[in-house]
């Protein structure tokens, strides 16, 4: 079959579709969660002007295959003030309070507090968000859309706070489940609306570790998180899609969770934070279609484009034969990427990414 698809020209659906079966394509896959807009204005050599427009335009110069969007609409968040640093204070309908400076979110207020906060959480009303952009993007584009989900752990802590989350899971675990689940139940009513929308592959977007390792406890992870995660992998799988988990930091002692999990693909493997992709591929390539990989904290925003193309060649030399390689950076591409240094990314991705490879 391989050879078949070797042949001929694979439009960008199969070409992600191939390497989700583990299977060779054409050539190797590659895409971006996320482009910052500043980084789109400076590849196209101005103003974006109208951004749906940009964006399909700074995919197709970079050759990429697939698109990464989510839900629109719901309640507002209100922007309630500046820091004297200039950066946007922001409230939502819950009463979160944060600091965006473009680069992190930093926290200032978590809304819940108290056990009692926790027993009476309700998630808003999944009716009062849409998936226009996932449609919008399915039906005016020839690229893979990917649509993304919350999963359960770090759609939740902020909400809590991260020490009165583990606090929680020990003092008063029967009203943490309460939110787990409420959030849970919204999730699997986004997934249904994705796939309303056609959308081609669900993304589930769920930190689940630090640099050094997980955030919490493994046997914490497995009855708190994994189980829903695996339930959003499930339910992805009964509409027909294939489902791809994202977390970033040293996820090495749980990649064998992820794929019991049930998960097709996952996504960000930092190689800043230890983790070791080709030993990666080679124990659990047969389960798990691997993504990512290409530095964001030193290669790409401070690195030479010589350097990032002799890694990209790596990549594919050592992870893409065999196929379930999709060729992403461990996050988004960043606004403090050079732009010189993101077209060497991806034109060092179509000139060494030709299947079958053969690069010594």
Known sequence: ?????????????????????????????????QIHDELVEALLGGHMGDSFEAHVKVRDLLCIDLVNTGLSGGPKVERIGSTSEGYAVYRDWLGNEWVESGQTRNYLKNALHEEEDLESFQMPDVSLYNADSVSRWARETDLCVFAQVGGVFDSIYPMIG??????ALYAYPKALTHVIEEVHRFNLEVIRMYAEA??????????????????????????????????????????GLPAILHTDGNITSLVGEIADAGFDGLHSLQPSCGVDIVRIKKDWGERLCL??????????????????????????RDVAPGGGYIL???????RYTPPENALAMYRAAEKYGQYPIRLP
């Open 1 to 33: 079959m391989s050879q078949i698809l070797q042949a001929i020209a694979l439009d960008k659906i199969c070409r992600v579709l191939c390497a989700l079966r583990h299977e060779e394509a054409d050539k190797v896959p590659k895409g971006e969660l």
């Open 162 to 167: 991260f020490n009165n989350y583990v606090r």
């Open 198 to 239: 056609g959308a081609h592959v669900i993304l589930v977007g769920d930190d689940l570790a630090y640099d050094s390792g997980p955030f919490i406890p493994p046997h914490l992870l497995r009855k708190y998180v994994f189980p829903y995660l695996s339930e959003e992998a499930k339910k992805a799988h009964d509409l």
């Open 291 to 316: 993504m990512g990989n290409v530095d964001l904290d030193t290669l790409l925003t401070l690195g030479r484009p010589e350097q990032v193309e002799r890694e990209v060649r790596r990549l594919i």
């Open 328 to 334: 992403s950076t461990t996050n988004v591409l960043t």
